[in-house]
């Protein structure tokens, strides 16, 4: 099979590599789609955090959202059979410490994220090995671009971990990428009664629109802090969800969040930030909390998908054959301005 490996910053190539048996637990997934992210550009480029902290080692076959067929399964699987599409969690657990034993899969402290951390082979490639208790069914009602957003859906799910919403609450969503556009479709789902969205491409900001933003903010043209307190009596909102990993971002979902409010932090910053007023946050009672994921997410996902009458494709923005991925990399600057999900379709 072929799949798409880097080497270093930079330094990607196609190579031809054996298609992954299925035995045991595991099967054998033939990828239909697989979404570009923020963090698979980074490992191409070497700016990744991961990186530096050397938790990413090259060479890395990259890529983490996916979705697929089922094409063999070992003698062991249990609830799957050839033909079944599929998603999987972009963790794989060991499947034998204690906790794995149990079935505490979420609790592995062996797991291998795929395509990234400790990495398990990634879906940039024709075929994907994956463990039966790793592994979901996508359901009927949606299709195999939504089921490769399933992942980034399930990080801007995390911004309402234990937050209730309603509709007499705002929300505010900073960034454009798929993850904030992400938030703001999840926000709306839940019912939050006024969604706020932020960024600065008018191109984008109608894809916030469509996905169920209520009001627009342009930062480019008008201070958002100022703009937010303005609609809301000089209170702030209730939940200010920040996805840039802009540090003048962060500042400013700090700012516009009301007492006892909480920013919810959907990005990587690649650096440490310094000069953070935690005396602010702290004389307002606000609460910071991160969020990437969690167990159990992305079936909530997937369930939302089936059901919901928004549909959240407005999110991808280009769709490029595999064997073009490489030349869309390096071409990437050409795109900055217009992409915002790339889907990579598999013959």
């Not at 799957?80 to 963790?91: I, L, N, Q």
Request: aromatic content about 10%; proline content about 3%; overall charge negative.
């Amino acid at each position: 099979m072929k799949a798409l490996t880097v080497y270093g910053p930079y330094d990607a190539s196609y190579g031809e590599t054996p298609i992954p048996k299925a035995e045991g637990r595991f099967m054998t997934v033939k990828v239909e789609r697989a979404g570009l992210c923020a963090t698979d550009i980074s490992i191409w480029t070497g700016n990744s955090s991961f990186i530096t902290d050397g938790l990413i080692k090259y060479p890395c076959r990259f890529g983490h959202e996916w979705a697929g067929t089922v094409v063999a399964v070992g003698d062991d699987v249990k609830g799957f059979k050839v033909g079944d599409r599929v998603y999987s969690d972009s963790g794989i657990s060991c499947g034998e410490c204690a906790d794995c034993q149990a079935g505490r899969y979420h609790k592995c402290q062996y797991t291998r994220s795929v395509g990234t951390v400790n990495c398990w082979d990634g879906c940039f490639a024709e075929y994907m090995s994956i463990p039966d208790y790793n592994a979901y069914h996508v359901p009927d009602a949606i299709s195999f671009d939504e089921a490769a957003l399933i992942e980034p859906l399930s990080i801007s799910l995390d911004a309402f971990h234990n937050v209730k919403v309603g509709e007499d609450t705002t929300a505010v969503v900073i960034g454009s990428g798929a993850i904030g556009l992400g938030a703001v479709w999840v926000a709306k789902y839940l019912g939050v009664g006024r969604v706020v969205f932020i960024g600065r491409s008018p191109r984008k900001m109608e894809v916030a629109k469509q996905l169920g933003a209520d009001i627009l903010i342009n930062s480019n043209e008008v201070d958002p802090v100022e703009e937010v307190r303005k609609m809301t009596g000089g209170a702030g909102a209730e939940l200010v969800v920040e996805t840039s990993g802009a540090y003048s971002a962060l500042l400013q979902a700090l700012y516009m969040t009301a007492k006892d409010g909480r920013v919810s932090i959907l990005s990587f910053y690649e650096k440490n930030l310094d000069n953070f007023p935690m005396d602010y946050l702290a004389l307002n009672q606000i609460s910071v909390v991160g969020g990437a994921g969690r167990y159990g997410n992305p079936q909530q996902i997937a369930e939302i998908m089936a059901t919901y009458s928004v549909k959240a494709t407005p999110i991808i923005s280009h769709h490029i054959a595999f064997e073009d991925m490489h030349q869309f990399l390096k071409d990437l600057d050409q795109y900055k301005k217009t992409k915002i999900k790339v889907m990579i379709e598999f013959k």
